[in-house]
């Protein structure tokens, strides 16, 4: 099997949303009048985004779903992807699984595969991911004013917790590891929330790299500060097995969720909790916006705590 004979058996098939697809040298897509593209990219190298040993299908789903997540962010609707692989060699049961899980994941979301490349390499897996919203909807991360609540989309640290179990930092029990590696392996992009939040949200992200330091970004372009009140922070019922240091760690700075993070006005706030209710969504306000250009950490009583933990960086890391 060579290049040509990989990408025609395993990842061509028509483009819904495209006017024309994989196999020549540029797809072909439309935008509706009012609308702009809202474009983002992803690289994930084995060893540094996933573990050598992860399961192909549910890899394959996995890497289209955090793309997915980002432009869930933006508040946009996806429609179109791109895929480049760099493959050690080819491994056909390896690829069958793979494709599987990305197709699958392409078809829950209604998006089409419309090109990409491969190539011979250490395992890394490129993906650029496209879609549209209404013009000047966009949910962007400079728009955070001084008042404004924080907001997370669901509970936090299971994925961070897989993480240190599968390095050998903690050990989990085998039913929980199996929690905490569904969450870590198969996020849920929420594209319908951030769908909903344009018009609500006043600034917004995904969390990847932890709540503290992804929050960071939002006081960076926003020009302001913010307060996170620890009580309050939503993590996964799995991180009460945890010893407290690591299980702050986990929620706080582990990354690895994938979950929204928004701001908007305190007068949204029931709007904001019926939107939870109606999408199932345990939404929770978590802090507020404040003066300044920094992230504080505050305890039941609202005095600073200490941070003695910081998000994912990928110059940072070693594997």
Same mark, same amino acid.
């Given at each position: 099997m060579n290049e040509f004979d990989l990408i025609a058996h395993y990842f061509k098939r028509p483009a819904k949303n495209a006017d024309l697809?994989?196999?020549?040298?540029?797809? $072909? %897509?439309?935008?509706?009048?009012g609308h702009q593209l809202a474009i983002s990219a992803d690289m994930l190298v084995e060893g540094r985004h996933f573990f050598p040993d992860a399961d192909p299908e549910r890899?394959?789903?996995?890497v289209l779903a955090v793309n997915l997540s980002d432009l869930a962010a933006m508040g946009a609707t996806p429609s179109w992807f791109t895929l480049s692989l760099a493959l050690p060699k080819i491994?056909? &049961?390896?690829?069958? *699984?793979? #494709?599987?899980?990305?197709? *699958?994941? =392409?078809d829950e979301y209604d998006i089409s595969l419309i090109g990409g490349?491969? &190539?011979?390499?250490?395992?890394? %897996? *490129?993906?650029?991911?496209?879609?549209?919203?209404?013009?000047? !909807?966009?949910?962007?991360?400079?728009g955070a004013r001084l008042g404004d609540e924080i907001w997370v989309?669901?509970? $936090?640290?299971?994925?961070?917790?897989?993480?240190?179990?599968?390095?050998?930092r903690i050990k989990l029990v085998d039913e929980l590891a199996k929690r905490c590696d569904l969450r870590l392996d198969l996020p849920t992009p929420r %594209?319908? +929330?951030?769908q909903r939040l344009r018009g609500i949200a006043s600034a917004a992200l995904d969390i990847s790299d932890g709540l503290l330091a992804d929050l960071r970004h939002i006081c960076e372009q926003s020009a302001c500060g913010a307060e996170v009140w620890l009580e309050t922070v939503p993590f996964a019922e799995d $991180?009460? *097995? +945890?010893?407290? #240091? +690591?299980? !702050?760690?986990a929620f706080l700075a582990g990354g690895d969720d994938y979950e929204l993070c928004f701001t908007a006005s305190p007068d949204q706030h029931k709007a904001i909790i019926s939107l939870g209710v109606?999408?199932?969504? @345990?939404? &929770?306000?978590?802090?507020?916006?404040?003066? @300044?250009?920094?992230? !504080?950490? +505050?305890? =039941?009583?609202?005095?600073?705590?200490?941070?003695?933990?910081? @998000?994912?960086?990928?110059?940072?890391?070693?594997?």
């Open positions: 697809g994989v196999g020549d040298d540029a797809a $072909l %897509i439309s935008v509706a009048a890899l394959g789903r996995k491994d056909e &049961t390896w690829l069958a *699984a793979f #494709s599987r899980g990305l197709l *699958a994941m =392409a490349d491969t &190539t011979r390499g250490p395992l890394t %897996i *490129a993906i650029q991911i496209a879609g549209s919203l209404p013009r000047g !909807q966009a949910l962007l991360r400079s989309s669901g509970p $936090l640290g299971a994925g961070a917790a897989a993480v240190m179990h599968r390095t050998g %594209i319908a +929330l951030g $991180l009460h *097995a +945890l010893p407290e #240091s +690591l299980r !702050q760690e109606e999408l199932n969504l @345990g939404l &929770t306000c978590v802090g507020k916006i404040i003066p @300044g250009h920094t992230v !504080q950490l +505050l305890d =039941a009583n609202k005095q600073p705590l200490p941070i003695t933990f910081h @998000g994912f960086d990928h110059f940072a890391y070693e594997s």
